[in-house]
């Protein structure tokens, strides 16, 4: 009775092994609801790949944390550092850290007064400076970055590399890249090593034969964990069925039924996301077009859900509750029996589950 995520072991695992031997230096990102998966078991997972470098060829000495609230949990399961992906701030949790983990920890710093301030803070603090890339969300200028070599002077002083966090859909990162790196070795800063999201394996290739001399270490998140969707399958348990006439009335708000058909009450709602959208940023005419089409179904009161029965994606009866949908089944489609699972399209980096089963 429950929103679960099945994983086909062998498989899953099988692709992580391959995206870590694809990517030397990889940094496993592990942020947020874990991927669908929780940070605790990505956490465990990026310690069994630590455990078989022999396997992959690629010893796994960092992961990425989104948070320093998230360091405590991922801590007690991997033993490797742990790159903070939020910048360093003179408050709140950037300052209250555990002594225990202190010495693993890897922070992020965007700004040239927080270079200073965490430096003051914890002369031993081991860092990585976050360059402005067309993202434009954190980052230094390649001024700000000259400013910051000169305040680290000849030494490395706990730098750890430059990280760079790139947009997504553009043709090609290479000529930000290049720019990018052109700016380090103007700066003077004491590094050689790279940070970087979102380029692909031509793209980390070219880099390595351009730039022999840097270290370029890919962050990777959703590629890696998300990356075979085969191996996974999202289930929703059928709670409840009730026939219904068009006319009859249902729901918290009393709406009337458009045509003959059954109810089906699944579990899955807003407490797991279901139903919550987030912008997708695509400003395609098509992606125009379909929000149009989902508003005027809405207006109605027809909308499309995630939940599919028998490859056929079913209309949301009413909005989802918090931990149940309740779904339109017309006359003449096969309704589902209480108790059987049907398959659900989620958002896994928005969704949390009931369960996760691997086998």
Do not use: C
């Not at 010495?103 to 976050?130: I, K, N, Q």
């Not at 912008?279 to 395609?284: E, L």
């Amino acid at each position: 009775m429950s929103l679960t995520l099945t994983v086909d072991g062998e498989r899953w695992r099988a692709h992580l092994r391959s995206v870590v031997a694809q990517n030397p230096g990889i940094v496993p990102v592990t942020k947020g609801n874990g991927y669908g998966f929780g940070l605790a078991r990505l956490a465990r997972r990026a310690q069994w790949l630590a455990d078989h470098a022999d396997e992959t060829g690629a010893p796994l000495d960092t992961i990425a944390v989104g948070t320093y609230d998230e360091i405590e949990q991922m801590a007690s399961r991997y033993s490797g550092d742990l790159l903070v992906l939020t910048p360093w701030r003179p408050f709140r949790a950037a300052l209250d850290r555990d002594a225990r983990t202190a010495s693993r920890v890897v922070h992020t710093v965007s700004r040239p007064e927080d270079l200073a301030g965490l430096r003051a803070h914890d002369p031993d603090a081991r860092f990585v400076l976050e360059q402005l890339t067309s993202m434009r969300r954190h980052g230094m200028t390649r001024r700000e970055l000259a400013a910051a070599a000169d305040a680290l002077g000849g030494e490395r002083s706990g730098l750890r590399g430059v990280a760079m966090h790139l947009p997504l859909n553009t043709t090609s990162h290479l000529g930000e890249v290049t720019r990018l790196i052109n700016d380090i070795v103007a700066s003077g800063l004491p590094t050689r090593t790279v940070f970087v999201s979102h380029l692909t394996h031509a793209e980390m290739t070219s880099l390595a034969s351009s730039y022999p001399d840097f270290t370029v270490r890919p962050r990777i998140g959703t590629d890696l964990w998300l990356g075979d969707r085969g191996a996974l399958r999202v289930g929703a348990t059928v709670l409840d069925v009730h026939a219904v006439d068009r006319g009859d009335t249902f729901g918290y708000r009393g709406r009337s039924v458009p045509k003959d058909g059954h109810i089906v009450v699944v579990s899955g709602g807003t407490a797991h996301g279901i139903g919550l959208e987030a912008p997708t940023g695509d400003q395609s005419l098509r992606a125009r077009a379909a929000t149009l089409a989902r508003g005027g179904l809405d207006a109605v009161g027809f909308v499309r859900s995630p939940f599919s029965i028998d490859g056929k994606q079913r209309l949301f009866a009413e909005p989802p509750h918090m931990q149940a949908s309740m779904l339109f089944v017309p006359s003449g489609a096969r309704v589902p029996r209480v108790g059987e699972d049907i398959e659900v399209r989620v958002r896994f980096t928005a969704t949390d589950f009931d369960r996760v089963v691997v086998s």
